[in-house]
């Protein structure tokens, strides 16, 4: 599965940007899609995932209200809607996909695919 971001980009704090993730393969392939950052200086952290069949979402605590993943089955790409940015939010963002269903699916671990990541500035 190859994975493919696009959407990156400079805002000021309180703007809104849109991650796109375009998976190579059919979703029945993969449980799971996810989006994690690393800003610099800092781990790879988890920001949200979604499971492509039920839809079910899951979210770090920083970003719960400002910031909504979706999937659309039927092109095999995943977004991350971001609002209200806050400088804090400033970091590569990447896009996963999890071939295991797991109760983990924040781990880095559960992960299998990773693309090559995009950049996020949220200027103050």
């Known amino acids: 599965v190859q994975l493919v971001e696009s959407g990156g980009g400079l805002v000021q704090a309180g703007g809104s940007l849109r991650l796109s993730c375009a998976a190579s393969?059919?979703?029945?392939?993969?449980?799971?899609m996810g989006w994690f950052r690393q800003a610099p200086g800092k781990e790879r952290e988890f920001v949200a995932a979604?499971?492509?069949?039920?839809?079910?979402?899951y979210y770090t605590g920083s970003v719960k209200g400002r910031f909504t993943i979706s999937r659309d089955n039927a092109k095999d790409t995943v977004y991350l809607q971001m609002n209200s940015l806050k400088p804090e939010d400033t970091a590569v963002y990447y896009c996963a996909a999890a071939r295991k269903r797991s109760i983990g699916i924040a781990l880095r671990e559960l992960y299998d695919y990773w693309g090559q990541g995009t950049q996020v500035t949220v200027s103050s």
């Open positions: 393969e059919r979703t029945v392939s993969t449980d799971a």
């Open positions: 979604v499971r492509w069949s039920g839809g079910s979402t």
